[in-house]
């Protein structure tokens, strides 16, 4: 199906915003480089100690209890204590690579708001903002589209656990004006304000946000939160656990537990032909809190990540220096993911929100016009060097053996949002008659003619 959609938004977008910008040509977590010479021996070492002797107390831990303590332990954490993004760290996203990315998503959500019928209020919720690139280049695209928003309040808000990488988005978003809460039980640890004059907050948890038409982003985030892990056997299923390994008591090993445990009891579908099956219930109950929210006040959410649609098994690793790393070794010094099952989120989501992909992200940003947007770049570009960084970062993101067919984009959508116009009742006729509803941008084909 095609379409003409918001061309003239999208047409002073392409146009308006900088030809130039910050290019960041980088490489994502699937295209290796040398690993950092930097190996972080203490906390390693630190993880390592604190996981033995919590299996030698109580005994093998599940995979997802072992993500959550790598990855989120207070005290030493891998995303607690670190700055693991860009070219010196361990992965780097899609919007480091070009900031493209980022206009087209800041598109997406003004289509968005304006398909709601522009509401009063919008709130920009990011729940793993990274280093703050993706929301700094939305706003970009707000400043640059500020007319279009009227009279609307418009706020952003930042679900982060990471002190170290609030710092970064702070100074990102917000320069020198942001401040720290005086207590660490307020749900707003950190607040400030963009150049622009736009409140910006930041939260440990999604149930801190305030209520209110919100489009939520989580780009890279579903696949960084705790799996379990199951295996298919002639009794049934069975968890995969961590332990010790009893001949070398200073590494772990993947086992099995004899018995059902409550999670296998629980979270394996009946009719799961799949031999072995990972499930992130955390992400499940994230989901379901999002859709909540969007049938309660209105919005959207736009998920994009490493995933498949209920297809794949085993896709749990680390990475480390951008380089695939075996993820029981050196716990806490590399980065952990594992691939998003989308028929896992849209079943958790239920019937009260609608659920359109997933799609992959080669189609949905060509279908946001990222053709369009490198052309005129490109036409206003007359430096070698940077032309090759535009095509060269194009080339990462769309190219199907790259980040085009790995990464997918899903959405969860007000059911009104979708809705078609009433017919008349009887012979009575309605002086005016209700618009049809706008198609969802990136999800259906743009075209410019």
């Known amino acids: 199906m095609r379409f003409s959609f918001n061309t003239q938004l999208l047409s002073r977008v392409f146009i308006s915003l900088p030809a130039a910008g910050r290019w960041r040509a980088a490489q994502s977590r699937l295209f290796c480089s040398s690993p950092s010479s930097s190996d972080q021996e203490k906390p390693r070492a630190s993880m390592l100690r604190h996981l033995t002797s919590k299996i030698k107390a109580t005994g093998p831990v599940t995979v997802a209890e072992y993500m959550r303590e790598v990855l989120t332990n207070p005290v030493t954490g891998y995303y607690v204590k670190n700055d693991m993004l860009g070219p010196d760290g361990d992965f780097i996203t899609s919007p480091e690579i070009s900031q493209i990315f980022g206009e087209l998503i800041g598109v997406w959500i003004i289509s968005e708001w304006i398909g709601a019928g522009q509401p009063k209020q919008l709130q920009l919720v990011e729940l793993g903002p990274g280093r703050g690139s993706l929301s700094s280049d939305v706003l970009r695209v707000f400043s640059q589209l500020r007319s279009v928003f009227g009279g609307a309040s418009v706020s952003v808000h930042l679900v982060e656990v990471s002190p ?163 993820v029981l070794s050196s716990p806490g010094s590399a980065d952990l993911t594992a691939d998003v099952d989308f028929s896992y989120l849209r079943r958790m989501a239920g019937g009260g929100v609608a659920c359109l992909g997933p799609v992959t992200q080669r189609t949905f940003l060509k279908n946001m016009g990222i053709d369009s947007r490198l052309q005129v770049l490109l036409r206003n570009c007359s430096d070698p060097t940077t032309r090759k960084q535009l095509t060269g970062s194009y080339d990462m993101l769309t190219n199907p053996a790259k980040m085009g067919e790995r990464f997918h984009f899903f959405s969860l959508l007000h059911h009104s949002r979708l809705a078609k116009p009433k017919k008349p009742d009887g012979l009575k006729l309605e002086k005016k008659k209700s618009p049809a509803p706008l198609p969802v941008a990136g999800f259906t084909e743009l075209s410019f003619s």
């Open 164 to 326: 170290v990488l609030s710092r970064l988005q702070a100074q990102s978003l917000t320069g020198n004006s942001s401040q720290e809460a005086d207590s660490e039980d307020e749900p707003v640890y950190r607040h400030g304000e963009t150049a622009a004059g736009l409140p910006v907050s930041w939260y440990r948890r999604l149930d801190d946000v305030p209520a209110g038409f919100s489009i939520f982003l989580a780009h890279e985030f579903f696949d960084a939160l705790p799996i379990h892990k199951f295996q298919r056997t002639p009794k049934g299923w069975r968890e995969v656990l961590v332990d010790i390994d009893p001949e070398k008591p200073d590494r772990l090993r993947f086992v099995m537990a004899p018995s059902p445990t409550p999670a296998s009891s629980t979270l394996v579908q009946a009719d799961e032909r799949r031999g072995h099956v990972e499930v992130c219930a955390e992400g499940g109950v994230i989901v379901q809190q999002l859709a909540r929210r969007i049938a309660a006040d209105g919005g959207a959410a736009l998920i994009a990540d490493y995933g498949h649609d209920g297809t794949k098994t085993d896709t749990f690793r680390g990475f480390k220096g951008h380089q695939l790393h075996d």
